[in-house]
């Protein structure tokens, strides 16, 4: 949960989790859609699904066990370098190394790594530092990890590093050649691609129209209302997929929403539920599509933007499916 979140968000999501699934067999035994009920509104989906898959993986090969070698930690999904060091050597206290943003960004100091850290070699020359400290540190090898980490957070921080408390400025290579304010060096991120959208929300006072994403799409998984690639262009084809018409539909406003490299553009139409017993598929990235009660918003798999979609047009009050739910949840899986 904390890869590319913040702390203060994980928190109450993390409390909520591990009292729901308490341990590895008893998530590897949850269905998907329960888990990911759990992560919703913290985005990164493929992360919930991976902990799962890894968590039956745990199960299958290691006695619903979480393995403490790095090599093992590394056949489960989702767990890559980094992941498998911080759990080998925080919980197990196996002298494995780490690297995270911070991690790098101390070492590219302390020891004047000059190569871009993002690059193959910039990397490479991270994790053998890293690599040959944890080798030979004395006390556990999880604390100085951690100790790293805590560095880069509070201390050696991307702007404005506090170097004056810095408790290894003596040995620092930057600080000694003045380059602080020039490592590391990361190439510069392209603009995010912008991508138009429009989603239709037929909603009554108590039900919304809502349609699962299929496992492979964007949001893979997870319920929201009625999408289209293209913009407000799109509505009608949109609406006849659906099976309704344009005519009782209202615009409703616009939503941004901004991921790692798309820039979202949302044109939210409105229009009434009516009692229709049958749906259509919204189109080809659906699997599934149902009225659901709107105060049953929590217990479905949802992401951040469908609930400023449903805010936008009025069908819900955001701040309250904002929050994780405590309790109550269920699977809708099919």
Not at 295 to 304: F, G, I, K, M, V
């Amino acid at each position: 949960m904390l890869q590319q979140t913040r702390v203060e968000t994980v928190i109450p999501y993390y409390e909520r989790f591990v009292r729901e699934l308490p341990d590895v067999q008893t998530l590897a035994e949850a269905p998907e859609g329960r888990v990911l009920a759990l992560w919703s509104g913290l985005g990164y989906y493929r992360r919930a699904r991976m902990l799962h898959a890894a968590a039956r993986r745990a199960v299958t090969e290691f006695g619903a066990k979480v393995p403490s070698e790095v090599q093992e930690l590394r056949r489960l999904e989702g767990v890559g370098r980094y992941t498998a060091g911080a759990v080998a050597s925080i919980a197990f206290g196996r002298r494995a190394a780490l690297v995270d943003g911070n991690v790098a960004r101390v070492l590219a100091r302390l020891f004047a790594i000059e190569e871009d850290v993002g690059s193959a070699a910039g990397s490479a020359r991270v994790w053998q530092v890293a690599g040959q400290l944890v080798e030979h540190v004395e006390g556990e090898p999880g604390d100085w990890n951690q100790a790293l980490m805590e560095l880069g957070a509070t201390v050696c921080t991307p702007r404005e590093p506090r170097c004056v408390s810095c408790p290894v400025r003596s040995l620092c290579a930057a600080d000694e050649r003045g380059l602080v304010s020039e490592l590391p060096r990361v190439a510069p991120k392209g603009p995010p691609r912008e991508v138009r959208r429009v989603a239709l929300v037929l909603a009554s006072a108590s039900h919304v129209l809502l349609a699962r994403r299929r496992r492979e799409s964007l949001f893979g998984g997870l319920w929201e209302p009625p999408c289209a690639d293209g913009g407000r262009a799109s509505l009608r084809a949109l609406a006849a997929r659906v099976g309704v018409g344009v005519a009782p539909l209202r615009d409703a406003g616009e939503v941004m929403h901004v991921l790692s490299h798309r820039r979202m553009l949302i044109d939210v139409v409105r229009g009434p539920l009516g009692r229709r017993r049958r749906w259509a598929l919204p189109g080809p990235d659906y699997d599934a599509v149902e009225p659901v009660r709107i105060d049953e918003l929590p217990t479905r798999a949802h992401s951040t933007l469908a609930r400023k979609v449903l805010s936008a047009a009025g069908a819900i009050d955001a701040a309250t499916v904002a929050k994780p739910a405590r309790q109550g949840l269920r699977s809708h899986s099919k």
